[in-house]
């Protein structure tokens, strides 16, 4: 389960067309639901399955997740910036639980 806000870090401006790199993290156990408790018990499955990043609407990375990521799923990709505007990051968890941030870039 998801204990903290997400974080992710783009810078603040850019140049029309640059390229920038984009950080993200998202506090997650991201149980497989292979692995047992201390009783014997199945830990039931509690991953982040999908990820997105929007610019100004329009999708500019996507992922699908799977079991065997770690906890606390760190990633980064680049993006190119043609123009002023809002990123908007989206990870969806199994159980349905949506967890978003946004970063603002200004292009000079």
């Known amino acids: 389960m998801s204990t903290s806000k997400p974080r992710v870090k783009v810078p603040k401006t850019a140049s029309k067309d640059e390229?920038?790199?984009?950080?993200?993290?998202?506090?997650?156990?991201m149980e497989s639901g292979q692995r047992k408790?201390?009783?014997?018990?199945?830990?039931?499955?509690?991953?982040?399955?999908?990820?997105?990043?929007?610019f100004n609407g329009k999708t500019v990375f996507s992922c699908d997740l799977e079991p065997a990521i770690s906890a606390n799923p760190y990633l980064e990709f680049s993006a190119k910036v043609p123009e002023t505007g809002t990123f908007k990051f989206t990870w969806v968890d199994d159980d349905g639980s949506v967890y978003t941030s946004e970063s603002k870039i200004t292009v000079e």
């Open 19 to 29: 390229v920038i790199q984009i950080k993200t993290l998202i506090s997650h156990t």
């Open 37 to 54: 408790d201390d009783k014997g018990n199945v830990i039931p499955r509690s991953i982040i399955n999908k990820f997105t990043c929007e």
